[in-house]
T-cell receptor
Framework: RKEVEQDPGPFNVPEGATVAFNCTYSNSASQSFFWYRQDCRKEPKLLMS???SGNEDGRFTAQLNRASQYISLLIRDSKLSDSATYLC???????????????FGTGTRLLVSP | DAGVTQSPTHLIKTRGQHVTLRCSPISGHKSVSWYQQVLGQGPQFIFQYYEKEERGRGNFPDRFSARQFPNYSSELNVNALLLGDSALYLCASNFRPGSGYTFGSGTRLTVV
């Protein structure tokens, strides 16, 4: 079983739709959580951090449920430019040794069509 | 401000050769990590350096090594290249433990 699991998709949605991605992680010692966006053949870019209280950045809302070890991302009013792969990421650090390790899911591909 | 810079951007090597990849973190960032990404997968952790010391190593063979210099830049070295080492190699840095990493645009290595 992978440490971070995501539905690979693709999710095909029309412009303006709301779409939700989910992710589960298996290591309860995980310390911090993120969603990254990756365009084809480009580097991952930080979309947002994820907190238990939930956080919102414009059309994007992220939520963490530590008890269920579950992370979600909601995108409202989808734009063509949202088409990308969305990576669920768990940070196994930091520990007081300074160690940090990002563990990535395989990503969920989103295709937004006109 | 410059982001994370990596060089070279592309590289073609022959099996058995050695390669050195370079990374300069964002100014002020003291933690640098290396990741390998093969097509269709998420990046896999190779090494992390913080304050010039190795803090973690992923499940990669000893052919992979790295170091961090006094100016916090870093090198990843891979010896005795195999076809399976063909991948996008990403360097990432962050400002403080627990914050999100910023990735460089990567080095695309092809081993033939």
């Amino acid at each position: 079983r992978k440490e971070v699991e995501q539905d690979p998709g693709p999710f095909n949605v029309p412009e303006g739709a709301t779409v939700a991605f989910n992710c589960t992680y298996s290591n309860s010692a995980s310390q911090s959580f993120f969603w990254y966006r990756q365009d084809c053949r480009k580097e991952p870019k930080l979309l947002m951090s994820v907190y238990s209280s939930g956080n919102e950045d414009g059309r994007f809302t992220a939520q963490l449920n530590r008890a269920s070890q579950y992370i979600s991302l909601l995108i409202r009013d989808s734009k063509l430019s949202d088409s990308a792969t969305y990576l669920c990421v768990v940070n196994r650090g930091p520990l007081n040794t300074g160690f940090q390790k990002l563990v990535f899911g395989t990503g969920t591909r989103l295709l937004v069509s006109p | 401000d410059a982001g994370v810079t990596q060089s070279p951007t592309h590289l073609i090597k022959t099996r058995g050769q050695h390669v050195t990849l370079r990374c300069s973190p964002i100014s002020g960032h003291k933690s640098v990590s290396w990741y390998q990404q093969v097509l269709g997968q998420g990046p896999q952790f190779i090494f992390q350096y913080y304050e010039k010391e190795e803090r973690g190593r992923g499940n990669f063979p000893d052919r992979f090594s790295a170091r961090q210099f006094p100016n916090y830049s870093s090198e990843l070295n891979v010896n005795a290249l195999l076809l399976g080492d063909s991948a996008l190699y990403l360097c990432a840095s962050n400002f403080r433990p627990g914050s999100g990493y910023t990735f460089g645009s990567g080095t695309r290595l092809t081993v033939v």
